[in-house]
């Protein structure tokens, strides 16, 4: 299969990671102005009596603001798209290649917003540091990018502690890089070590199981998304008829109900107080599970696929990393700024509506211009990168 035809095939995948970028994008703005969505926090309410946000927080609604469900589906697409060309061709030299290119990709776009982010606050333009008290986000908006020091500790951010040491003190967003670095050089050297094994789907499972068991969850996601990218080469497929449609759903549901799980501390309060079991020790497990129920159903049912093919889905997928890197930025920025400039007591929600639009707007755009400039040059540098490191290298 051509290079074409697999980004053909695949383009859905793009259509779900611009969604999962829309839910990290809602659930900053939440964690930023409606606070008792996270945390289930009746002290945060903003809204009448709370009802509204009490019941988004208490119910499979929040999803749609559930960051830690989102970023594992970042980590579980990583680890099909990363997996998908070696499980067509158990190919050695393209696990070197993807891994000598891997730091240079995440590189360029990464050091960039770092940079960014670091002026602007040297300028003093992160009024979000004086927000957080009127949306009682004192815990979170008020932290963020409060941190910072010389330009010498910038520079090894960049460079190191960004990748390897999951220091995001840079931009909060950040946080993610680390694991999806090493959680890539991790499933490279999986694939290394199982790909020509009989029974390396069973391997994928074990695995996976063994690290959700550690404290270190979200690298589970690549292995699992590993093993959907193998069941997709070797066309899997649902049951048909009523068995199948049941499996699908059942799967789908319980996808829906882990992802769903509150990142809050009042879970005994909610419908997941069945699963909030003290060895899980956090929620990431849950999100893992979930998000790899859900894109396994999407995978394999042809409604999805075509629905997430659509083109609105396809351009928010190229724009996504670009879009993540951005918005907190602006959000912490103009976003705040603006909600600063037209909040006054008894009025909550309009300065939030305009300030959230206004942020939107900006980051679609300059997300758009990021990628262009930044996130496709970053893409062509590090596949030259790769081929110069393994040039030569003619083993399999």
Request: proline letters at 3%.
């Amino acid at each position: 299969m051509n290079t074409e035809s697999q980004k053909s095939k695949l383009g859905f995948l793009d259509g779900v990671r611009g969604v999962a970028m829309l839910i990290v994008v809602l659930h900053h703005f939440g964690l930023a102005f409606f606070p008792a969505i996270n945390y289930l926090n009746p002290e945060k309410i903003h809204l009448g009596n709370g009802t509204t946000e009490l019941l988004i927080a208490k119910t499979p609604l929040n999803i749609f603001f559930n960051g830690g469900f989102a970023v594992s589906i970042f980590f579980v697409l990583s680890g099909f798209v990363l997996s998908y060309k070696f499980h067509f061709s158990g190919s050695q030299k393209l696990l070197r290649t993807y891994a000598a290119k891997r730091y240079f990709r995440l590189f360029l776009p990464v050091a960039v917003i770092i940079i960014i982010s670091y002026v602007m606050n040297l300028c003093g333009l992160f009024p979000s540091q004086h927000t957080g008290g009127i949306t009682k986000s004192e815990d979170w908006l008020t932290n963020l990018f409060a941190g910072m020091k010389g330009p010498g500790d910038m520079i090894r951010n960049v460079f190191i502690d960004v990748f390897l040491n999951n220091d995001n003190r840079y931009n909060a967003v950040l946080w993610t890089m680390t694991i999806e670095f090493l959680g890539s050089l991790l499933l490279f050297s999986f694939l290394a070590l199982t790909g020509d094994h009989k029974k390396t789907i069973l391997l994928h499972i074990l695995v996976a199981t063994l690290i959700l068991f550690t404290d270190k969850k979200f690298y589970a996601a690549f292995i699992l998304g590993s093993l959907i990218s193998r069941l997709f080469v070797y066309a899997f497929s649902f049951p048909k008829g009523i068995k199948g449609s049941c499996i699908k759903w059942l799967l789908l549901l319980a996808g829906i109900y882990f992802s769903s799980f509150p990142q809050g501390f009042f879970t005994q309060q909610s419908m997941w107080k069945y699963i909030d079991w003290s060895w899980t020790s956090s929620y990431d497990l849950f999100h893992v599970l979930g998000a790899f129920c859900i894109l396994f159903v999407i995978c394999f049912d042809k409604n999805f696929i075509r629905f997430f093919s659509l083109r609105p889905f396809l351009y928010l997928g190229k724009i996504s990393f670009s879009f993540y890197l951005v918005h907190l930025t602006i959000l912490c920025s103009l976003g705040c700024y603006i909600f600063l400039e037209l909040w006054k007591p008894g009025s909550y929600f309009i300065p939030f509506l305009v300030a959230f639009g206004s942020c939107m707007a900006v980051s679609f755009l300059i997300s758009h211009f990021y990628y262009q400039w930044i996130d496709k040059s970053s893409i062509r540098f590090s596949e030259k990168i790769g081929k110069w490191i393994t040039k030569g290298d003619r083993s399999e």
